[in-house]
């Protein structure tokens, strides 16, 4: 298999949790021996954060890191799509990308009549809080969108009339493990991005007042975080770190009692099933797991199982209470939610699943079981029949 995907940045992931999951399907992907290529642009936003605030150090400590992953980088202006896609047999293309790019590949993929499959990857809210920003893109070229979540996946069939499956982020197996248990640095860690305020109130809600109220050691790591942010941290004695690269996240979460998951706003509220990245990741490093609400529609956890979901604050403070007295549990807990991410939600079970997407488009009818949704779950008949036609 041949794979070719366009992503914002393989190289850096300073607010771009998309590159944790890349990095781990692509991985997946070269050890079944396919040949993959990675494009990303030229002075992207994120890379050029990071080398902005950090210098050119992090970028050779992901080529140390992940010495089998490389990317190319593109200019649109002169990135040739024949020469990028001459051999492909599958392509992705994330949702991040520039319209321009978006439109150029689906119609190249129409007007050569290329014999690649096309999927549009999906990891953000956009097609829901700025759906104008989707609508920029032409997609009659593609087979279809692999959304992060089913109620995305909905947005996109019924706003947008396109194919459309669920093909949920998940854990790099390879990178998101338990390490060796560390001298204990402090009680609860959070990692995640400030970002848009669009969790600024659930952050002082359900870590910063009960990290207080248990007089708690903890820290932050992430970025775009205001100053007034950092001096509302430092106020109450949490300690902020800054930017985390990925592949130090699970050193950094054996060294802390507890960690939290705290979603922002859009997916608590109008994307249901999307629980984003991160808790995927620590549950697989094996630390317990505290949750602010959030529905799990799709049923990919079992909340008191494989982690705590708190209400409300005053809620949340009592979970970690208990959780800091009572080790026991709190392992037990840990050791839950690890089996559930290696039984069903690592990158090697997404790649499966992408597998079993393209045998679908290939032979319709022919589809796979559990988390795909299927052309015959459109609410546009014709397009399905369409679709049943052209194979």
Request: hydrophobic share 40%; proline share 5%.
């Amino acid at each position: 298999m041949r794979c070719v995907i366009f992503t914002h940045s393989l190289v850096s992931d300073w607010n771009h949790g998309n590159a944790h999951f890349i990095r781990g399907i692509a991985a997946d992907m070269i050890a079944r021996d396919w040949r993959v290529r990675i494009y990303e642009p030229k002075a992207g936003w994120s890379r050029t954060n990071l080398v902005e605030n950090y210098g050119h150090g992090p970028v050779a400590d992901f080529e140390t890191a992940f010495p089998q992953l490389r990317s190319v980088e593109y200019d649109l202006t002169s990135l040739n799509l024949d020469h990028a896609l001459c051999d492909a047999d599958l392509v992705l293309v994330h949702e991040w990308s520039d319209p321009e790019l978006v439109n150029r590949i689906g119609a190249h993929r129409s007007k050569k009549n290329r014999p690649y499959q096309l999927f549009l990857h999906d990891t953000h809210h956009r097609a829901i809080t700025s759906p104008e920003s989707i609508a920029a893109f032409d997609l009659t070229g593609y087979d279809g969108v692999l959304a992060y979540g089913r109620a995305l996946g909905d947005v996109y069939r019924s706003r947008f009339a396109c194919n459309a499956w669920t093909w949920h982020e998940a854990a790099d197996a390879r990178t998101f493990y338990p390490r060796p248990q560390n001298e204990k640095h402090g009680d609860v860690v959070w990692i995640g991005n400030w970002g848009d305020e669009e969790r600024a109130l659930e952050l002082r809600e359900f870590f910063i007042r009960p990290v207080v109220r248990l007089g708690l050691k903890a820290a932050v790591y992430g970025v775009r975080y205001p100053d007034s942010a950092l001096a509302e941290l430092a106020d109450v004695g949490i300690e902020y770190r800054g930017w985390l690269p990925n592949y130090r996240v699970p050193e950094v979460f054996s060294r802390y009692r507890l960690t939290m998951h705290i979603p922002r706003r859009p997916y608590a509220t109008l994307l249901h099933g999307i629980p984003t990245i991160r808790p995927f990741e620590a549950l697989a490093c094996g630390i317990p797991l505290v949750s602010a609400p959030w529905k799990d529609s799709e049923a990919l956890f079992q909340a008191g199982r494989d982690y705590l979901m708190a209400r409300d604050g005053d809620e949340m403070t009592d979970l970690v209470r208990i959780l800091l007295l009572y080790p026991s549990l709190a392992a037990k807990l840990a050791q839950n939610g690890l089996a559930t991410i290696r039984s069903r939600h690592t990158c090697a079970h997404r790649v499966e699943e992408l597998m079993s997407i393209s045998r679908s488009v290939r032979q319709p009818g022919a589809f796979s079981n559990g988390s795909v949704n299927t052309l015959s779950s459109l609410p546009n008949a014709e397009l399905a029949a369409a679709r049943e036609g052209a194979g």
